[in-house]
């Protein structure tokens, strides 16, 4: 509910309904009337009443009040006239009237494109917001016939022609671009009109449900893909180590001894624990006098 009228909503669009009068004209009309039965009273004449009723009439459907945010188009004889408000002003009943009030706040438009095919010829549904305000509210009076439906049109149109420009994962991955890019072609196609668009948001994008479910076996796969290869190059830095340490054993016969001893010694450090040796490994190492001595040593008399 605003000073003129109220706003009904119509298809996301604000329809305004002017009222015919305001309060300030009740009144003022009321308070005509006051004075002119007080007067016909004092004096015993009706005239007084009569011409007050006739002034609260003039005042009741000539005195309007526009809000802070509002501007009222007046056209007086079919001419423009002017833009008023915001506060009182005054107008000549009959011969001047309210064509529209203009609303310059920060406004809130959703357009939708429903099924339309991206450059890889996927077929989505795209929701965003469009945020937009008049900043001469005398141009887009003057303009154009509808302002917010040229306004709805407008984005619902560029978002269509956006999407066809972009691949289904530029969309996804670069709404903010994509949200730029929308600003930009709107601003230049409204500023003609005395309205700015600030920005533009991209909601949310939709694909069909067998697509996305490929969509995500595919990157499950991808993902499976990747760490099959990671595996593998793992595996391959191993075996280059192993190659390595080989070579640097192959040449020093001592020091591949010391490595498997230490390897006995830390498999059978912990308590309880036993491990077979092949014979032949024993007799490459030279560990069978060592062995023997050892549980000579350990025999008791």
Same mark, same amino acid.
């Given at each position: ?7 009904s909503?119509s298809?996301?669009r604000?329809?305004f309904?002017?009222?015919?009068v305001?309060?300030v004209?009740?009144a ?5 009337l006051?004075v002119?039965v ?9 005239a007084p009443?009569?011409?007050g009723?006739i002034v609260g009439?003039?005042?009741?459907f000539a005195?309007?009040?526009?809000d802070?945010?509002e501007?009222?188009?007046v056209?007086r004889?079919g001419r ?5 408000g915001?506060g009182?002003?005054?107008i000549?009943?009959?011969?001047d009237?309210?064509? $529209? ?5 920060v406004?809130v438009?959703?357009v939708?494109?429903?099924?339309t ?5 996927v077929p989505t549904d ?6 937009w ?5 005398e141009?887009?009076v003057l303009?154009v016939?509808?302002f917010?439906?040229?306004?709805m049109m ?5 978002l269509?022609?956006?999407?066809g420009r972009?691949e289904?994962?530029q969309?996804i991955?670069?709404?903010e671009t994509?949200g $730029?890019e ?5 601003d230049?196609?409204?500023?003609p009109?005395g309205?700015t668009?600030?920005s533009v948001e991209?909601r949310d994008?939709k694909?069909?449900?067998g697509?996305?479910d ?9 993902r499976?893909?990747q760490?099959?290869?990671i595996?593998?190059?793992?595996e ?8 390595e340490a080989?070579a ?6 001592v020091?591949?001894?010391? $490595? ?7 498999a059978?450090?912990?308590?309880g624990?036993m491990?077979i040796?092949?014979s ?8 069978g006098g060592?062995l023997a001595?050892?549980s000579?040593?350990g025999?008791?008399?």
């Amino acid at each position: 509910m605003t000073a003129f009228g109220a706003i009904s909503k119509s298809k996301g669009r604000e329809i305004f309904e002017v009222q015919a009068v305001s309060s300030v004209g009740v009144a003022l009309l009321f308070t005509c009337l006051i004075v002119g039965v007080t007067l016909s009273f004092l004096v015993n004449y009706p005239a007084p009443a009569v011409a007050g009723g006739i002034v609260g009439l003039y005042l009741l459907f000539a005195i309007k009040v526009a809000d802070q945010w509002e501007k009222a188009a007046v056209l007086r004889l079919g001419r423009y006239r002017g833009l008023f408000g915001s506060g009182p002003f005054h107008i000549i009943p009959i011969v001047d009237s309210i064509s $529209r009030v203009v609303d310059q706040r920060v406004r809130v438009t959703g357009v939708t494109a429903e099924s339309t095919l991206t450059r890889d010829t996927v077929p989505t549904d795209v929701d965003a917001i469009v945020f937009w305000v008049v900043w001469n509210a005398e141009k887009c009076v003057l303009e154009v016939q509808n302002f917010q439906d040229a306004v709805m049109m407008s984005a619902q149109t560029a978002l269509r022609e956006s999407i066809g420009r972009h691949e289904l994962s530029q969309m996804i991955t670069e709404r903010e671009t994509m949200g $730029r890019e929308l600003q930009r072609i709107l601003d230049e196609k409204t500023n003609p009109w005395g309205i700015t668009v600030q920005s533009v948001e991209i909601r949310d994008v939709k694909i069909p449900a067998g697509l996305e479910d490929a969509m995500s076996r595919q990157a499950q796969a991808q993902r499976e893909r990747q760490a099959r290869i990671i595996l593998g190059q793992a595996e391959q830095e191993i075996s280059n180590s192993f190659v390595e340490a080989a070579a640097a054993y192959a040449g020093n016969p001592v020091a591949l001894h010391l $490595r498997a001893m230490n390897m006995l010694y830390e498999a059978v450090k912990e308590k309880g624990a036993m491990v077979i040796v092949p014979s032949s490994a024993v007799e490459t190492m030279g560990l069978g006098g060592t062995l023997a001595t050892a549980s000579l040593g350990g025999a008791k008399p």
